[in-house]
């Protein structure tokens, strides 16, 4: 009860969350919860993407959502829309091509997912001496809990262009943060994709403990006019959400999930069958075309096509405490109408030492010259040579203190700068903050931060690498 005033149960709470320990804490609720509810992420083994030619590997075509449509206005053109299998990249990095990412038994059979590069660091702290160090951190009163009560994170109500066509034809990319990790992006072509959706309240396995929510969605999932495409960096609670998947399906039956190896299982079991996992370093081309007597519509009956990567980052996955890295994680391109996103989801950059305790509430420490030879992740250069440059970066900026136990799997302000760089980004929004707590940093400092760290950098502190109210729309 004593450490549970200091605040150490809900600091715990959120660490076990991050871990994906909360699900053992709680296994009975789980299981009866997944069983009425959700379906369990047992692993089976990835299906290896095949090298198919893409004008030859049509996989599934989906009829055309008649809800959508609707929803974006009378008149609206009806597609069909078309996913080809996806088809590893000519020039993957000499690396990457041995696959170091897929673990494999002493039989072969593979069997998890790992990190392939020293900036994960290795080997990791274990549970227990994390525990210590984070019982002993809090009882000495290093370890704050952040509070919500007098957060101002600005929040306004979306304004969605209405149809596919955007805003007066202006060729521009639109972008709108719906809080945390997710984005709505409406590209030039027409193309509508949702990236990480989760609007549930509490980002956990069951909506009674966890963390909660201390901003609000700015809109409804039933209020997008169009989803084409759902695009999900990995199965964590704040980015991977049931309800709200199954919120998607019910209003744009026709959109497509691309997903990271291994979780096609979950969301067949889910009752998405429109859905498509990939590994990094492959590629597919979506095409939607226009149908029937409505081809006259909106966009003179023009077709729309993207090209959706995925892509290497440094992270982790797991539901519910016996899935540990056993889907992939990923970072995402997408390219039509001659713009082109990537998408960070959830990622580290390089993993710091554990620091004196007396430099825990520098948080720019980590970047003094004493650690300069740190490993960095390779991975986003490879990224921005192959895939760059890219119009609009969505970078996460948050949950990361302490850094000695987070940073080897998310960035801070500092590292995303590095990463934004690595990956030729012309501009980015910072990502993964202002919604829920799951680190002990304080709520409103990862903005503050990402200015000292451009600043640092050379960047200007306006205008190219910012974050917005959720809800806002920015073009690009
Ligand atoms: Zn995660
Ligand atoms: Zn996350």
Known sequence: ??????????????????????????????????????????????????????????????????????????????????????????????????????????????????????????????????????????????????????AQIPCCTPQFSPSRDNAGGSGSLRATWLGHACYYVEFPSGLRVLFDPVFEDRCAPVQWMGPKRYTQPPCKLAELPVVDAVVISHSHYDHLSYHSIKEIQTHHPSAWFFVGLGLEKWFKASGVENVVEMDWWTDVKLTLTPQGDNNK????????????????????????????????????????????????????YRRVPQLPVTQWKDPAADYGPEYESLPKCPQFKQIGERKGPFDLGLIPIGAYHPRWLFSWMHANPYDAVEIFKDTRCARAMGIHWGTWVLTSEEVEEPPRLLRDALRQSGIEEEGVFGVCKIGETKEF
């Open 1 to 150: 009860m004593f450490l549970f005033r200091m605040g150490v149960g809900r600091f715990l709470g959120r660490y076990f969350y991050v871990n994906q320990f909360v699900a053992s804490c709680s296994r009975r609720s789980l299981f009866v919860y997944n069983r009425a509810a959700q379906p369990s992420l047992g692993y089976s083994a990835p299906k290896r993407s095949a090298v198919v030619p893409v004008s030859t590997a049509v996989a599934a075509t989906m009829a055309a959502a008649a809800t959508a449509a609707a929803a974006a206005g009378a008149g609206a053109v009806v597609y069909e829309s078309t996913v080809s299998k996806p088809v590893r990249a000519e020039d993957i990095p000499e690396d990457a091509a041995r696959l170091p990412h897929h673990v494999k038994d002493s039989s072969g059979n593979h069997v998890k997912f790992r990190n392939p590069y020293p900036s994960a660091g290795d080997p990791k702290p274990t549970m227990f001496q994390t525990l210590r160090a984070i019982l002993t951190a809090k009882i000495q009163g290093n370890l704050p809990t952040p509070s919500t009560s007098e």
């Open 297 to 348: 519509g909106e966009r003179e009956g023009r077709s729309i096509e993207a090209e959706i990567s995925c892509l290497p980052c440094q992270h982790s996955s797991g539901r519910n405490g016996l899935d540990h890295d056993r889907t992939l994680w990923a970072s995402w391109g997408v390219k039509s109408g001659g713009k082109n996103v990537w998408f960070g989801g959830d990622t580290g």
